[in-house]
T-cell receptor, first 112, second 115 residues
Framework: AQRVTQPEKLLSVFKGAPVELKCNYS??????LFWYVQYSRQRLQLLLR??SRESIKGFTADLNKGETSFHLKKPFAQEEDSAMYYC??????????????FGKGTLLTVNP | GAVVSQHPSRVICKSGTSVKIECRSL??????MFWYRQFPKQSLMLMAT?????????EQGVEKDKFLINHASLTLSTLTVTSAHPEDSSFYIC???????????FGPGTRLLVL
């Protein structure tokens, strides 16, 4: 089964500082990768997918096949970005049910 | 659009009783629903995949007789925790997916406490 690793459980930055949440994945030819976010007392929601290559709420994530990474970045963090962030990918390559496996999550705190 | 609800949001029950949790897709038809379990300060663990009209597929280590899943319609899946014990206390989250789409939409979760 495919895996994702988020090495940092906690990340704390000051408002306006750049932020990078790390995600590494087990090798796969063409991985599908996602970032999900869970704000305090809210449900988990999709932040972005690598396929769409879009920027949501100022966040971007680039797939680096050489490093097998999909780090989430934002140049200037805001207090409202404080949340739990999960990197995810399909559990089995080529699976049709799109079962997801999640990393352990990184709790981002943006201090004023 | 793409709202998923769960009911109840919180339930407390006595050990040995069964608890049913509902997951509904409010504004779309969900051909597939997923049930997750989340322990405090830990990640989501996929328990089972539920396809409308067919038997659920359980992940390794998840007891299918303990966690009964029914997906009787395209908008409703239920998870029944049978003969609940304190170790079943957890946060249960469902998600739903439209046919042909990868994106999963998550419910708000149900917190189960078994005394």
């Amino acid at each position: 089964a495919q895996r994702v690793t988020q090495p940092e459980k906690l990340l704390s930055v000051f408002k306006g500082a750049p932020v990078e949440l790390k995600c590494n994945y087990s090798y796969s030819g063409s991985p599908e990768l996602f970032w999900y976010v869970q704000y305090s007392r809210q449900r988990l929601q999709l932040l972005l997918r690598h396929i769409s290559r879009e920027s949501i709420k100022g966040f971007t994530a680039d797939l680096n096949k050489g490093e097998t990474s999909f780090h989430l970045k934002k140049p200037f963090a805001q207090e409202e970005d404080s949340a739990m962030y999960y990197c995810a990918r399909p559990k089995n390559s080529g699976g049709s049910n799109y079962k997801l496996t999640f990393g352990k999550g990184t709790l981002l705190t943006v201090n004023p | 659009g793409a709202v998923v609800s769960q009911h109840p949001s919180r339930v407390i029950c006595k050990s040995g009783t069964s608890v049913k949790i509902e997951c509904r897709s409010l504004d779309f038809q969900a051909t597939t629903m997923f049930w997750y379990r989340q322990f405090p300060k830990q990640s989501l663990m996929l328990m089972a995949t539920s396809n409308e009209g067919s038997k659920a597929t359980y992940e390794q280590g998840v007891e299918k007789d303990k966690f009964l899943i029914n997906h009787a319609s395209l908008t409703l899946s239920t998870l029944t925790v049978t003969s609940a014990h304190p170790e079943d206390s957890s946060f249960y989250i469902c998600s739903a997916r439209r046919a042909g789409r990868e994106t999963q939409y998550f419910g708000p979760g149900t917190r189960l406490l078994v005394l």
